[in-house]
Protein backbone atom coordinates (compact mmCIF):
# COMPACT_ATOMS: atom_id res chain seq x y z
CA UNK A 1 0.00 0.00 0.00
CA UNK A 2 1.09 3.61 -1.16
CA UNK A 3 2.11 5.99 1.69
CA UNK A 4 0.94 9.03 -0.86
CA UNK A 5 -1.88 11.30 1.30
CA UNK A 6 -5.41 10.07 -0.19
CA UNK A 7 -7.56 12.68 -1.63
CA UNK A 8 -11.46 13.12 -2.08
CA UNK A 9 -12.64 12.64 -5.44
CA UNK A 10 -16.12 13.89 -6.53
CA UNK A 11 -17.45 13.28 -10.30
CA UNK A 12 -20.85 13.57 -11.50
CA UNK A 13 -21.38 11.05 -14.17
CA UNK A 14 -24.13 11.94 -16.55
CA UNK A 15 -26.39 8.98 -16.21
CA UNK A 16 -27.68 8.77 -20.11
CA UNK A 17 -24.15 8.57 -21.62
CA UNK A 18 -23.46 6.14 -18.80
CA UNK A 19 -26.42 4.04 -19.50
CA UNK A 20 -25.12 4.01 -22.92
CA UNK A 21 -21.95 3.18 -22.71
CA UNK A 22 -22.49 0.42 -20.18
CA UNK A 23 -24.98 -1.10 -22.80
CA UNK A 24 -22.40 -0.76 -25.75
CA UNK A 25 -19.98 -2.49 -23.50
CA UNK A 26 -22.03 -5.15 -21.80
CA UNK A 27 -22.11 -3.80 -18.65
CA UNK A 28 -25.52 -3.36 -17.83
CA UNK A 29 -26.26 -5.19 -15.03
CA UNK A 30 -29.84 -6.66 -14.76
CA UNK A 31 -30.75 -5.99 -11.26
CA UNK A 32 -30.34 -2.24 -11.73
CA UNK A 33 -27.11 -1.51 -9.96
CA UNK A 34 -24.44 0.72 -11.44
CA UNK A 35 -21.55 -0.51 -9.90
CA UNK A 36 -20.47 -2.75 -12.73
CA UNK A 37 -20.80 -0.19 -14.77
CA UNK A 38 -18.97 2.34 -13.26
CA UNK A 39 -15.90 0.00 -12.62
CA UNK A 40 -15.82 -0.03 -16.31
CA UNK A 41 -15.67 3.15 -16.30
CA UNK A 42 -13.38 4.36 -14.08
CA UNK A 43 -10.97 2.07 -15.42
CA UNK A 44 -11.14 3.08 -19.37
CA UNK A 45 -10.69 6.55 -17.67
CA UNK A 46 -7.53 5.93 -15.04
CA UNK A 47 -6.39 2.57 -16.18
CA UNK A 48 -4.53 0.68 -13.11
CA UNK A 49 -4.60 4.08 -10.97
CA UNK A 50 -8.65 3.45 -11.02
CA UNK A 51 -10.09 4.07 -7.09
CA UNK A 52 -10.66 1.14 -5.58
CA UNK A 53 -12.93 2.50 -3.00
CA UNK A 54 -15.54 4.14 -4.84
CA UNK A 55 -19.64 4.90 -3.57
CA UNK A 56 -22.17 6.13 -6.32
CA UNK A 57 -25.16 7.92 -4.18
CA UNK A 58 -27.34 8.97 -7.11
CA UNK A 59 -27.92 10.75 -10.30
CA UNK A 60 -27.87 14.16 -8.22
CA UNK A 61 -24.74 13.42 -5.75
CA UNK A 62 -23.01 11.02 -8.51
CA UNK A 63 -19.44 9.09 -7.43
CA UNK A 64 -17.28 9.83 -4.44
CA UNK A 65 -14.06 8.10 -4.18
CA UNK A 66 -10.55 8.24 -2.61
CA UNK A 67 -7.62 8.13 -4.74
CA UNK A 68 -3.56 8.23 -3.54
CA UNK A 69 -3.01 10.24 -7.00
CA UNK A 70 -2.40 14.00 -6.33
CA UNK A 71 -4.86 16.91 -8.64
CA UNK A 72 -2.23 17.45 -11.44
CA UNK A 73 -1.90 13.17 -12.27
CA UNK A 74 -5.73 13.04 -12.19
CA UNK A 75 -5.85 16.10 -14.69
CA UNK A 76 -3.86 14.36 -16.77
CA UNK A 77 -5.13 11.23 -17.14
CA UNK A 78 -8.58 12.38 -17.11
CA UNK A 79 -7.19 14.51 -20.29
CA UNK A 80 -6.58 11.56 -21.86
CA UNK A 81 -9.52 10.08 -21.82
CA UNK A 82 -12.07 8.56 -24.35
CA UNK A 83 -14.07 11.24 -25.65
CA UNK A 84 -17.22 9.25 -24.21
CA UNK A 85 -15.63 7.86 -21.06
CA UNK A 86 -14.96 11.23 -20.63
CA UNK A 87 -18.60 12.02 -21.50
CA UNK A 88 -20.37 9.47 -19.46
CA UNK A 89 -18.01 10.25 -16.47
CA UNK A 90 -18.74 13.93 -16.58
CA UNK A 91 -15.30 15.11 -17.16
CA UNK A 92 -15.65 17.22 -19.81
CA UNK A 93 -18.07 20.29 -18.08
CA UNK A 94 -15.37 19.30 -15.03
CA UNK A 95 -12.11 20.24 -16.94
CA UNK A 96 -13.63 22.69 -18.52
CA UNK A 97 -13.62 24.86 -15.14
CA UNK A 98 -10.48 24.80 -12.68
CA UNK A 99 -10.05 21.07 -12.81
CA UNK A 100 -11.55 18.08 -11.09
CA UNK A 101 -13.39 17.94 -8.06
CA UNK A 102 -11.12 16.50 -5.88
CA UNK A 103 -9.74 18.13 -2.09
CA UNK A 104 -7.02 16.54 0.04
CA UNK A 105 -8.34 14.15 2.94
CA UNK A 106 -6.46 14.34 6.22
CA UNK A 107 -3.18 12.49 6.73
CA UNK A 108 -3.18 12.28 10.80
CA UNK A 109 -5.54 10.77 12.55
CA UNK A 110 -5.08 11.18 16.46
CA UNK A 111 -5.48 7.63 18.20
CA UNK A 112 -8.21 7.03 20.01
CA UNK A 113 -10.22 9.86 18.06
CA UNK A 114 -14.25 8.50 17.45
CA UNK A 115 -15.14 9.21 13.84
CA UNK A 116 -18.82 8.96 13.07
CA UNK A 117 -19.11 6.43 9.38
CA UNK A 118 -21.45 5.04 7.08
CA UNK A 119 -20.91 2.24 4.67
CA UNK A 120 -22.87 0.48 1.92
CA UNK A 121 -21.40 -2.74 2.18
CA UNK A 122 -21.94 -6.51 1.23
CA UNK A 123 -21.62 -8.19 4.61
CA UNK A 124 -20.41 -12.12 3.45
CA UNK A 125 -18.44 -14.52 4.10
CA UNK A 126 -16.48 -17.19 1.97
CA UNK A 127 -17.62 -20.74 1.87
CA UNK A 128 -14.09 -22.98 2.38
CA UNK A 129 -14.34 -25.78 -0.02
CA UNK A 130 -16.31 -23.95 -2.80
CA UNK A 131 -15.57 -20.07 -2.04
CA UNK A 132 -19.14 -19.35 -2.82
CA UNK A 133 -20.48 -15.78 -1.21
CA UNK A 134 -22.89 -16.30 1.92
CA UNK A 135 -24.82 -14.02 3.64
CA UNK A 136 -22.99 -12.94 7.06
CA UNK A 137 -26.61 -13.00 8.93
CA UNK A 138 -27.38 -16.85 7.62
CA UNK A 139 -23.88 -17.94 8.46
CA UNK A 140 -24.08 -16.62 11.72
CA UNK A 141 -28.18 -19.09 12.04
CA UNK A 142 -25.92 -21.67 11.05
CA UNK A 143 -23.00 -20.99 13.15
CA UNK A 144 -25.39 -20.50 16.33
CA UNK A 145 -27.78 -23.16 16.29
CA UNK A 146 -31.32 -22.49 17.66
CA UNK A 147 -29.58 -19.49 19.59
CA UNK A 148 -31.70 -16.55 18.52
CA UNK A 149 -30.10 -13.92 15.79
CA UNK A 150 -30.15 -10.93 14.53
CA UNK A 151 -29.17 -9.12 11.29
CA UNK A 152 -28.13 -5.72 12.88
CA UNK A 153 -25.89 -8.16 15.37
CA UNK A 154 -24.31 -10.23 12.77
CA UNK A 155 -23.35 -7.33 10.85
CA UNK A 156 -21.71 -5.59 13.55
CA UNK A 157 -19.60 -8.80 14.32
CA UNK A 158 -18.38 -8.80 10.64
CA UNK A 159 -17.81 -5.48 10.25
CA UNK A 160 -16.04 -5.19 13.92
CA UNK A 161 -13.81 -8.68 12.44
CA UNK A 162 -13.18 -6.69 9.08
CA UNK A 163 -11.43 -3.88 11.23
CA UNK A 164 -9.83 -5.68 13.51
CA UNK A 165 -8.54 -8.18 10.51
CA UNK A 166 -7.51 -5.20 8.26
CA UNK A 167 -6.39 -2.41 11.46
CA UNK A 168 -6.60 1.31 11.84
CA UNK A 169 -9.79 0.93 13.56
CA UNK A 170 -12.25 -0.48 15.92
CA UNK A 171 -16.08 -0.63 16.00
CA UNK A 172 -17.66 1.54 18.59
CA UNK A 173 -21.69 0.65 17.85
CA UNK A 174 -23.21 0.27 14.17
CA UNK A 175 -26.69 0.40 12.84
CA UNK A 176 -28.32 -1.19 10.22
CA UNK A 177 -29.97 2.11 8.10
CA UNK A 178 -31.00 0.20 5.06
CA UNK A 179 -31.48 -3.68 3.58
CA UNK A 180 -32.20 -5.10 0.72
CA UNK A 181 -31.08 -8.40 -1.37
CA UNK A 182 -29.21 -7.57 -4.81
CA UNK A 183 -28.52 -9.67 -7.59
CA UNK A 184 -24.63 -8.10 -9.11
CA UNK A 185 -23.22 -9.41 -12.13
CA UNK A 186 -19.25 -10.60 -12.24
CA UNK A 187 -16.91 -12.19 -14.01
CA UNK A 188 -16.01 -15.47 -13.19
CA UNK A 189 -12.56 -16.40 -13.29
CA UNK A 190 -10.31 -18.34 -16.07
CA UNK A 191 -10.21 -22.05 -15.40
CA UNK A 192 -7.31 -21.86 -17.94
CA UNK A 193 -4.79 -19.15 -19.28
CA UNK A 194 -7.08 -19.36 -22.68
CA UNK A 195 -10.39 -19.84 -21.49
CA UNK A 196 -13.09 -17.14 -21.54
CA UNK A 197 -14.53 -15.89 -18.44
CA UNK A 198 -18.32 -16.47 -18.16
CA UNK A 199 -20.72 -13.82 -16.50
CA UNK A 200 -22.78 -14.81 -13.43
CA UNK A 201 -25.51 -13.26 -11.08
CA UNK A 202 -24.72 -13.75 -7.54
CA UNK A 203 -27.73 -12.30 -4.87
CA UNK A 204 -26.45 -11.53 -1.57
CA UNK A 205 -26.87 -8.56 0.72
CA UNK A 206 -26.71 -4.98 0.04
CA UNK A 207 -26.59 -3.13 3.67
CA UNK A 208 -25.96 0.50 4.10
CA UNK A 209 -24.36 0.24 7.89
CA UNK A 210 -23.70 3.45 10.10
CA UNK A 211 -22.07 3.86 13.30
CA UNK A 212 -19.25 5.02 15.12
CA UNK A 213 -15.72 3.81 14.49
CA UNK A 214 -12.56 4.57 17.17
CA UNK A 215 -8.86 5.08 15.22
CA UNK A 216 -6.16 2.62 16.65
CA UNK A 217 -3.48 3.51 14.09
CA UNK A 218 -2.86 6.45 11.69
CA UNK A 219 -1.19 5.14 8.97
CA UNK A 220 -3.47 1.55 8.88
CA UNK A 221 -6.26 3.92 8.88
CA UNK A 222 -5.52 5.94 5.80
CA UNK A 223 -4.83 1.95 4.26
CA UNK A 224 -8.06 0.76 5.36
CA UNK A 225 -9.63 3.80 3.92
CA UNK A 226 -8.27 3.64 0.53
CA UNK A 227 -8.67 -0.28 0.56
CA UNK A 228 -12.24 -0.39 1.45
CA UNK A 229 -14.52 -3.04 3.58
CA UNK A 230 -15.18 -6.64 2.30
CA UNK A 231 -15.71 -7.71 -0.77
CA UNK A 232 -16.44 -5.74 -4.44
CA UNK A 233 -14.61 -3.25 -3.04
CA UNK A 234 -13.87 -2.11 -6.91
CA UNK A 235 -17.77 -1.74 -7.21
CA UNK A 236 -19.37 0.31 -5.29
CA UNK A 237 -19.12 -1.20 -2.09
CA UNK A 238 -17.34 -0.86 1.10
CA UNK A 239 -15.76 2.88 1.17
CA UNK A 240 -16.10 4.08 4.43
CA UNK A 241 -17.37 7.72 4.36
CA UNK A 242 -16.31 9.47 7.48
CA UNK A 243 -18.28 12.60 9.02
CA UNK A 244 -17.66 14.11 13.00
CA UNK A 245 -19.14 12.09 15.51
CA UNK A 246 -21.89 12.46 16.97
CA UNK A 247 -22.73 13.70 20.28
Known amino acids: MSNAPLHLLHLQPDTRRLAAWASQHRLLDAGGDLGYALHGLLNAAFGSNAPRAFRYLDAEQG ?23 AAALGLGATLGHSGLNVRPFPAQWPTGHVLGFEVRARPVVREGKTGRERDAFLASIERNGDAPADREASYAEWL ?36 ARRRRSINGP ?16 SALLARGIGRHRAFGFGMLLLRPAAR
Open 160 to 195: GEHLDRQGGAELVDMRLAQFSLLDVTRLSQKTAPDS
Open 206 to 221: DALLTGHLRVTETDAF
Open 63 to 85: VLAYTSLAPDALLQMAALAPPDV
